[in-house]
């Protein structure tokens, strides 16, 4: 049975650092897409990153391209997301999906 587990969240202050990393279990990365999603308080989740299987491909959200850096390694089944410059804004639940499959996020807290 596919299992994410998300792991590195926790408090950074603004223009700080934190590595994200997503464990999967009982299933093969392959070639699949799978990527990281956020939720922040009173809003919807949406798409951050996502990278694919295939090629490498990555793609980011507007908000976040250029200070976030998402990669795996299929080896290890595991997906990181490098995330620099943080802001106040980026304070959200980070989740690591791949289909219908998603973890139970991790806490992200940007805050002086």
């Known amino acids: 049975q596919l299992q994410l587990v998300e792991s590195g969240g926790g408090l950074a202050q603004p223009g700080g650092s934190l590595r994200l990393s997503c464990a999967v279990s009982?299933?093969?990365?392959?070639?699949?897409?799978i990527g990281w999603f956020r939720q922040a308080p009173g809003k919807e989740r949406e798409g951050v990153s996502c990278?694919?299987?295939?090629?490498?491909?990555?793609h980011y959200a507007d908000s976040v391209n250029g200070r976030f850096t998402i990669s795996r390694e299929n080896a290890r089944k595991r997906i990181y997301l490098q995330m620099n410059s943080l802001k106040p804004e980026d304070t959200a639940v980070y989740y690591c999906n791949l289909g219908n499959s998603w973890g139970q996020g991790t806490q992200v807290t940007v805050s002086s």
């Open positions: 009982g299933f093969s990365l392959g070639y699949y897409v």
């Open positions: 990278i694919s299987g295939y090629d490498g491909t990555t």
